[in-house]
């Protein structure tokens, strides 16, 4: 089954649009069984979005959440604990994301220890990791030094709850020159990715841990990235924005056979 996780970024700006955007999607698709989707919304649009869902009671659509700290409560200024996520609804937490890294100065260091703190509290860890360039090959290291330090102290039995996600910085669509990776480069990526966890942890461990591929997806292009045993979802951001091009993205997805230009 794949798993398809909606980053919304900073976007919407005002809660009756984040509350629309989520309406379209969650009465647009209907009940399926064969994919299972995650809308991450900004924080602030959690617990509204966690009513709405909760009166729609669709099993496939959960909420998740773009960051958190790694300690449960204190003297944190601004920052927002794993538990209160839990307490808002949310089940899964994007980590790591290169925005972070790149923006905010966030350390394997800080995603390691939130990591740690998001497993304690019982959310599923949506680990981004990824290279920086397009033309050196050599780049694909740097996903090593990520898995290495992000996922330090855990067992494999930790890394089976972990999804990690292949999000090359030169995909994401806001990226200078952004254009989606060829599948080819996805499942490269993906494969690597396998190979670090293997080492670390084992072959079991690898094999059994969900492996997701972002940027730039949208209806058009997704099946392409799943449909081989590397890649088991997609991390979708400016295509979750757009209500008629998130489901379309979704229907594609839950009935692999449909038609491309269906109209929704
Ligand atoms: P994109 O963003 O789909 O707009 O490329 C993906 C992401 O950065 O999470």
């Given at each position: 089954?794949s ?8 976007n919407?700006?005002?809660p009756?649009a984040?509350?629309?955007l ?5 009465s ?13 919304p900004p ?7 966690n009513?709405?869902n909760s009166l729609?009671?669709l ?22 604990s ?20 790149q923006?905010?100065g966030?350390?394997d ?5 939130k ?9 599923v ?6 290279d ?18 992000d996922?330090?102290g855990?067992?494999?039995k930790?890394?089976?709850k ?6 090359p910085l030169?995909a994401?669509?806001?990226?200078p ?17 396998r190979?670090?966890l293997s080492?670390?942890?084992?072959e ?7 492996v997701?591929?972002?940027?730039s997806?949208?209806s058009?292009?997704?099946?392409q ?5 590397e890649i088991q ?11 008629n ?14 038609e491309?230009n269906?109209?929704?």
């Open positions: 089954m798993l398809i996780v909606a980053n919304w970024k900073m919407p700006t005002t009756k984040a509350q629309r989520f309406s379209q999607v969650s647009g698709i209907g009940e399926t069984k064969d994919i299972e989707a995650v809308v991450c924080f602030v649009f959690l617990s509204e979005l009513q709405l729609n009671a099993d496939f659509l959960k909420l998740g959440a773009q960051d958190c700290f790694w300690a449960g409560k204190g003297p944190f200024t601004g920052e927002i794993p538990l209160m996520l839990k307490n808002l609804g949310a089940e899964y937490v994007i980590l790591g994301h290169s925005e972070r890294r923006y905010l966030e350390t260091e800080m995603i390691n220890a990591i740690k703190a998001c497993l304690k509290a019982k959310l860890p949506i680990l981004c990791v990824g920086s360039s397009r033309e050196d090959k050599e780049d694909i290291a740097q996903i090593r030094q990520q898995l290495t330090e996922l330090k855990l067992s494999a930790e890394l089976k972990i999804i990690i996600t292949y999000e030169w994401i669509s806001t990226s020159g952004g254009k989606a990776a060829t599948p080819k480069d996805a499942v490269k990526g993906a494969k690597y990715i190979l670090v080492e670390m942890f084992g079991e461990a690898s094999q059994k841990t969900r997701l591929y972002g940027g997806v949208d058009g292009n997704a099946f990235f799943i449909s081989n045993n979802g997609v991390l979708v951001g400016g295509a979750s924005l757009k209500p091009e998130f489901l379309k993205l979704l229907r594609r997805l839950a009935n692999p056979t449909i491309l269906h109209k929704i």
